[in-house]
């Protein structure tokens, strides 16, 4: 016996769902069905196959009890009417309260069994005096759910800016993350009024083709790069992802849009200078400290420079000594040290 996906509630939870009997049933649908929260009407999406098992993550369980006959439409579009007289008693249940957290919307369970009160705040509420008035204006289970702005816009939003209805209130059962990231790599417009959804938020639209951007991007050679094409020497200046193209400099200084297959080699990045990692020249790579005479080789030179200042008087410092202003065994300050004050031990 088959079982079924089926997507019921206000939030739009998809569970698989198992038939009573053997009836069948197509897309699209309209069902009556009891689930973890009671007696639910719902709508037939596809047959519960591996393959779309596989999609789901945390399914809900249940049983598809029949199809949604005349009765049932009529008792739907009224507890559909009065879902705004529930709201307004519920916001003003809260307001008295005075507790501090955002009615956003109210859930009448088809059978009766509960009622679902969605609600933003910013830190954890203590609601039980409320749920206790609640249930006594409602005379039902009453559920307290806290959501976020996403959610938010779950439960109201209509259309996008695409002029179709937004995707977390249509075929999207979970909301990914969407990074800033995402909408740089595609060179979207990063003017958040044009790259936000009616959540506020990034366009959960933003994740859709990225996969296929950051694989596209790994075949193209980096922003940079001196390659070899097929039309000489060139430097990679940009990437057309989707085009799967690269606009270069060639050596004349032109500027062309090639396939990413006209690159024939990538070269490797020279160092500093024009040179390769780990060369540079000789005085580069000979310590700092063999340009300063130090221990025998000072007072070498001090005894050959003696003679030449034997008609100086013990008391004027010779300025050829390389140890001017310093003791015997004292490391003397070279001009740049005198210029920049005393050194730390």
């Given amino acids: 016996m088959p079982k079924y996906v089926v997507r019921h509630g206000s939030m739009r939870t998809l569970g698989i769902f198992a038939p009573r ?76 309260s005075g507790l501090p957290m955002k009615l956003i919307d109210v859930e009448r369970i088809f059978g009766g069994e509960r009622i ?38 779950k439960l109201l939003a209509d259309y996008g ?20 990231k995402m909408a740089k790599l595609q060179k979207a417009t990063l003017d958040p009024n044009k790259i936000s959804g009616r959540c506020g938020r990034l366009k959960c639209c933003l ?56 690159v024939l080699t990538v070269l490797p990045r020279a160092g500093r200078g024009g040179r390769s990692e780990g060369e540079g020249t000789q005085s580069e790579r000979e310590p700092r400290s ?6 025998r080789e000072r007072d070498s030179r001090r005894e050959s420079g003696g003679e030449a200042n034997a008609g100086q008087t013990g008391n004027e410092p010779d300025q050829n000594d390389p140890e001017i202003g310093g003791e015997s065994g004292d490391d003397p300050l070279d001009a740049g040290d005198a210029a920049r004050g005393p050194r730390e031990a």
């Fill in 290 to 295: 063999q340009g300063r005479p130090r221990g």
């Fill in 161 to 180: 800016d695409c002029g179709k209805p937004v995707c977390c209130n249509t075929h999207l059962s979970e909301m990914p993350p969407v990074s800033m």
């Fill in 207 to 262: 994740r859709y083709e990225y996969d296929t951007y950051e694989e596209y991007q790994q075949q193209l050679p980096p922003i940079g790069a001196d390659v070899v094409t097929s039309k000489g020497r060139a430097r990679v200046l940009a990437h057309e992802i989707l085009a799967r193209q690269v606009l270069v400099s060639m050596e004349d200084n032109r500027r062309i849009l090639i396939d990413a297959a006209e």
């Fill in 116 to 153: 679902i009160v969605f609600y933003l705040a910013e830190n954890r509420v203590d609601f039980r005096d409320l749920v206790k008035s609640l249930a006594g204006e409602f005379q039902t289970r009453i559920e307290m759910r806290q959501i976020g702005v996403r959610d938010e816009a």
């Fill in 21 to 96: 009997g053997n009836e069948a049933f197509v897309r699209g649908t309209r069902v009556i069905a009891r689930t973890t929260r009671g007696l639910e009407t719902g709508e037939v999406l596809c047959e519960a196959t591996p393959e779309a098992i596989e999609q789901l993550q945390d399914p809900d369980n249940g049983q598809i009890l029949r199809s949604m006959s005349a009765d049932d439409e009529k008792e739907f579009f009224r507890i559909a009417g009065r879902r705004q007289a529930d709201y307004d008693l519920c916001d003003a249940q809260i307001r008295q």
